[in-house]
């Protein structure tokens, strides 16, 4: 949630710099700000693996709109009157993509496989060992074996859960709001 908090800040920031351009080049930086917003958003709530094709179009105009914004402001900065705010445009633009890049490396990380087999192979060896080492239960001990395998059920699933922010019950919608709420900016 922090990195979507950075990365709405960051957003926020280059969106308010295009107004130190004339309104012209403001009106075409807003309008591409806009869409890579609409498609920041898009993104996000696309899951990668239930809807590949709709998630790959998405990405590739996340890219399209990155590199206009990008070659405008490469221009831009060739010509002495707008050189000024390219350049603070583009450690803008710069930190928002990277932010971006790093948000997206982030989601798609996951839970790392010796992590997950960990803590498979810990719930199944108390388990076993519960187990076996009461052979009769009389009702407390029920309870207790019971309110144990809920306990390594939910933190395992929950673990599972942590590890797809883009598919589980456990969502980044919190945060994802801050992102969603820029669009008040235009």
């Known amino acids: 949630r922090a990195l979507i908090v950075d990365e709405g800040n960051i957003l926020r920031t280059t969106i308010l710099k ?4 004339p309104d012209s080049l403001r009106d075409a930086y807003r309008a591409d700000l806009k869409k890579y917003l609409e498609e920041r958003i898009a993104y996000y709530d696309y899951d990668e693996y239930a809807d590949k094709a709709r998630y790959d179009e998405n990405r590739q105009a996340l890219t399209e709109t990155a590199n206009s914004l990008w070659a405008r402001t490469i221009a831009l900065s060739k010509n002495a009157d ?14 928002l993509f990277d932010i ?12 790392p496989t010796p992590i997950s087999t960990m803590l498979l192979v810990l719930a199944l060896t108390i388990s076993l060992v519960g187990g076996f080492t009461t052979p009769t239960f009389n009702r407390k001990e ?18 599972i859960d942590l590890s797809r922010p883009m598919e589980g019950l456990i ?5 994802h709001a801050i992102i969603i709420n820029l669009r008040k900016l235009f």
Do not use: Q
């Not at 295009?18 to 351009?21: C, I, L, P």
């Not at 971006?100 to 839970?111: D, F, P, Q, T």
């Not at 029920?142 to 673990?159: E, R």
């Open 18 to 21: 295009a107004d130190f351009f």
């Open 82 to 95: 707008t050189s000024g705010p390219a350049g603070d445009m583009a450690g803008s633009l710069t930190d």
């Open 100 to 111: 971006g890049i790093k948000r997206e490396a982030l989601l798609s990380a996951g839970l």
């Open 142 to 159: 029920w309870i207790v074996v019971t309110v144990f395998a809920l306990l390594a059920s939910t933190v395992l699933y929950i673990s």
């Open 171 to 175: 969502r980044r919608d919190a945060g």
